[in-house]
């Protein structure tokens, strides 16, 4: 078992940043793969960036390539989201995502365990 706990999330105003935390506990993270996902209001859930569970293989959607940084630190069993840039489109709950599977692409149907989430609101 493992429990996801997300900090970081906040208001900033469009083309500011802020850093998602995720802090695990239970099992190691290292033989899991991490990403992150996002769910405006009445919008389904997306995945926005994963990384597998080595760090060398990055995915991002490309609504935010360029401007979203996903690092892991599998020694404190910490993932973490640098977003930059920040659009309003950008405002959702995040939420931190596991899957027991090499591969930084990530599908709902997949993930093994779940983050609470945490709001993140960018204002225009």
């Avoid at 493992?2 to 083309?15: D, H, R, T």
């Avoid at 930059?84 to 692409?105: F, G, H, I």
């Amino acid at each position: 078992q493992v429990q996801l706990v997300e900090s970081g999330g906040g208001l900033v105003q469009a083309g500011g940043s802020l850093r998602l935390s995720c802090a695990g506990s239970g099992r190691t993270f290292s033989p899991y793969a991490m990403g992150w996902f996002r769910q405006a209001p009445g919008k389904e859930r997306e995945f926005v960036a994963g990384l597998n569970w080595s760090g060398g293989s990055r995915y991002y959607v490309d609504s935010v390539k360029g401007r979203f940084t996903i690092s892991r630190d599998n020694a404190k069993n910490t993932v973490s989201l640098q977003m930059n840039s920040l659009k309003p489109e950008d405002t959702a709950v995040y939420y931190c995502a596991a899957q027991y599977r090499d591969s930084s692409y990530f599908t709902l149907s997949l993930v093994d365990y779940w983050g609470q989430g945490t709001q993140v609101t960018v204002s225009s």
